[in-house]
T-cell receptor
Framework: KNEVEQSPQNLTAQEGEFITINCSYS?????LHWLQQHPGGGIVSLFM???GKKKHGRLIATINIQEKHSSLHITASHPRDSAVYIC????????????FGEGTQLTVNP | DVKVTQSSRYLVKRTGEKVFLECVQD?????MFWYRQDPGLGLRLIYF???????EKGDIPEGYSVSREKKERFSLILESASTNQTSMYLC??????????????FGSGTQLSVL
């Protein structure tokens, strides 16, 4: 079992829908990252969380440390949101090293 | 904006060749990382470096080595390329820190094919 599990693996939505991507982890962490990867490979950091909730534009990330779970929400989704969304955790005993989930492929249709 | 530049976007090499993948960042970051990304496996850490001339093995260092002679440049070396090293290689950098809460900046990736 991977230390970081994302669900769903694939998600197709219609433009305007509210989207949720989930990340569960099985180890103690010092931080959790959400990343976005567009076709072509480039990866962009969206959020870093160690508690609570963060919001940036239409993106919201939450984390529940007790339940070892994080969610990434996209409100009013748009075709340009189509990408792979990756969850990564900094394991408490591993310093700056991150452990990555396999990613969620999101496709938003117009 | 931070820029992390990888020298090649696509690379095709033959089995047994020595391969150099170069990564340069322009924001004076101490931390630099090399990952490979394969379908179904996510990103896996090959090597990382916290400072010049310093390197540490990641989760899958076998068959790879690295060099960090200058702060801005972190090179990944495949001593004798093999077909199972065909992959997307991603370089990243971050400010110093040891708790994993430093923002990562990624290069565009190098898709390496070993024939």
């Amino acid at each position: 079992k991977n230390e970081v599990e994302q669900s769903p693996q694939n998600l197709t939505a219609q433009e305007g829908e509210f989207i949720t991507i989930n990340c569960s982890y099985s180890v103690g962490i010092s931080a959790l990252h959400w990343l976005q990867q567009h076709p072509g490979g480039g990866i962009v950091s969206l959020f870093m969380l160690s508690s609570g909730k963060k919001k940036h534009g239409r993106l919201i990330a939450t984390i529940n440390i007790q339940e070892k779970h994080s969610s990434l929400h996209i409100t009013a989704s748009h075709p340009r949101d189509s990408a792979v969304y990756i969850c990564a955790v900094a394991v408490e005993t591993s310093g700056s090293r991150l452990t990555f989930g396999e990613g969620t492929q999101l496709t938003v249709n117009p | 904006d931070v820029k992390v530049t990888q020298s090649s976007r696509y690379l095709v090499k033959r089995t047994g060749e020595k391969v150099f993948l170069e990564c340069v960042q322009d924001m004076d970051h101490e931390n630099m990382f090399w990952y490979r990304q394969d379908p179904g496996l996510g990103l896996r850490l090959i090597y990382f470096s916290y400072d010049v001339k310093m390197k540490e093995k990641g989760d899958i260092p076998e068959g790879y080595s690295v060099s960090r002679e200058k702060k801005e440049r972190f090179s990944l070396i495949l001593e004798s390329a093999s077909t199972n090293q065909t992959s997307m290689y991603l370089c990243a950098s971050s400010l110093p820190g040891y708790r994993g809460n430093e923002k990562l900046f990624f290069g565009s990736g190098t898709q390496l094919s070993v024939l």
